[in-house]
């Protein structure tokens, strides 16, 4: 149901006027996530702490329209905008770190602090926080649990489910809930905690995060290993894992990527290589200097061209090319559908294969690069949408590529989640006693069905 004036009003008093824009232009501003297509709010508020999330919560439910969280709208599967219209909730202006306790490697904040925010905050006290999405500038703590995010150090850290210790929230029937711990340990009761991240707001609205951190490495190095063919490149993945070596990263880029990676950022990426893979290894200075000459070795002897270790300024404008991937890639075409499927990682050799083959047999334009370490490749056809032909083969080719990841034993999603773009394709991966399953959840934390509707389940299931 949209936003009616009563409802307005009523939204009005929880919030404060200035919390809440029914104007257009600013209105626009939310219509989008990093998906692309356009879904235009009744309204948006801009909830400042958790009575006034609860207290729109509540209303919600009372005149039943849809309310919608929102971080920063970096999402790449349309999860923070209004399909259904209504209410779009951001959380970006609870900004708070509220407490870094370096003692119990514990720390307590917001959901709309920016990651990389907080990452510098804990660094500074000798602390290290992981999870760090490509988007850590900008996207926020919120949106990376809601999302489970996932980024380049999740091989040797983990992802953000792995440093979520508890959470507040409210719950799509207006409750507001506790749940975990702020103890290294904790079993009592089912773990909420691990349901609420990665339910892509659409069982509660997290108001309050507590993370669990690790000391800081004192060195980190980067090794660069240029091959000249992609197939090449993702085969060593798993020869550097049969050397006994975990790196904390381990990207590849083929060599599209490479190709505007380099022309956005100038790092000196190799761009006649046909892959390259950009591992990262931390300790302290003598264990990550010797962990940097071996995998550089291990890379040489499974076919690098070229295997370098680096470190400083050198290494940092390396990983900045990486993070540029994906912005850059719409100098290849106007729009860009986005996958982050996931396969084993002895399987990424014959995933890339398949996309090579498919590109070759529709001539649509489609680059892969991503967290190698995890088996998780970005897989980008970019065209544009209103060419008809090339839409559908983009359409046919994605449902190939889904196929033939769920046959090598992989999953649709490792980091982006389902939002709107993946529904249509997780019955693909999650069949109906588990889609019932997760339902009656649904049904449970948010009976009348107002927090992000239209989103995860397949349409019509
Ligand atoms: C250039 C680029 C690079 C990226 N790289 C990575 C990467 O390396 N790894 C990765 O995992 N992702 C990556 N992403 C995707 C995206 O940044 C992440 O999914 C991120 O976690 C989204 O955070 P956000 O604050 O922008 O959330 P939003 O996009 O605003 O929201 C995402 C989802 O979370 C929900 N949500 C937001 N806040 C809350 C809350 N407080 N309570 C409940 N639900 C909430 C929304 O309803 C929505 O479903 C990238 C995106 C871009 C644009």
Not at 50 to 59: K, M
Not at 222 to 235: E, G, I, L, S
Not at 275 to 302: I, N, P
Not at 398 to 425: A, M
Request: net charge negative.
């Amino acid at each position: 149901m949209p936003l009616d004036k009563s409802a307005l009003s009523r939204l009005a008093d929880v919030l404060g006027k200035d919390n809440l824009w029914t104007d257009e232009p600013r209105r626009q501003c939310y219509a989008y996530d990093a998906a692309g297509g356009r879904h235009l709010p009744d309204a948006v508020a801009l909830a400042i702490d958790e009575d006034q999330v609860a207290g729109v919560i509540r209303l919600a439910n009372e005149k039943d329209f849809p309310v919608v969280p929102r971080g920063a709208g970096t999402g790449m599967t349309g999860g923070a905008v209004a399909v259904s219209g209504g209410l779009v909730l951001c959380l970006s202006r609870m900004d708070r770190i509220l407490n870094i306790d370096a003692a119990n490697l514990v720390a307590d904040a917001e959901p709309g602090v920016v990651t990389g925010h907080f990452h510098r905050e804990v660094e500074k006290l000798g602390l290290f926080y992981p999870p760090d999405p490509s988007s850590s500038g900008y996207s926020t703590l919120g949106g990376n649990v809601a999302e489970c995010a996932g980024g380049p150090r999740a091989v040797k850290y983990g992802v953000t489910r792995d440093w979520v210790l508890g959470l507040r929230a409210v719950t799509g029937a207006g409750e507001v809930i506790r749940t975990g711990v702020r103890t290294a340990k904790g079993v009592v009761g089912y773990d909420l905690t691990r349901l609420l991240v990665g339910s892509e707001g659409t069982l509660a609205v997290v108001t309050g995060i507590t993370l669990r951190l690790t000391p800081l490495p004192s060195a980190v190095r980067t090794v660069t290993a240029v091959f000249d063919r992609m197939a090449t490149a993702t085969a060593a993945v798993a020869r550097v894992f049969a050397a006994g070596i975990v790196p904390r990263a381990m990207e590849f880029m083929d060599q599209a990527s490479l190709k505007c990676a380099e022309e956005a950022i100038h790092a000196g990426l190799p761009v006649d290589a046909g892959g390259v893979l950009l591992l990262e290894v931390d300790g302290t200075a003598t264990e990550a200097d010797r962990e940097a000459q071996r995998l550089a070795e291990v890379c040489r002897e499974a076919g690098a061209r070229q295997a370098t270790a680096s470190g400083g300024p050198e290494a940092k404008k390396l990983w900045e090319a990486r993070k540029a991937i994906s912005p850059a890639l719409f100098r290849y075409g106007p729009h860009k559908i986005n996958e982050d499927i996931v396969v084993p990682v002895t399987s990424i050799p014959e995933m890339v294969e398949t996309v090579e083959r498919l590109a070759e047999e529709t001539g649509l334009t489609m680059v892969c690069f991503g967290h190698a370490g995890d088996g998780n490749i970005h897989f980008n056809i970019m065209l544009d949408k209103n060419d008809p032909k090339a839409f559908a083969q983009a359409g046919e080719a994605i449902r190939k590529v889904f196929e033939k990841v769920l046959s090598l034993g992989g999953t649709l999603s490792g980091e982006h989640g389902v939002g709107i773009t993946k529904s249509p394709f997780v019955s693909m991966e999650i069949s109906g006693p588990e889609i019932r399953l997760m339902r009656a959840v649904k049904d449970v934390f948010d009976p009348r069905g107002i927090l992000n509707p239209g989103k995860i389940f397949p349409p019509g299931s």
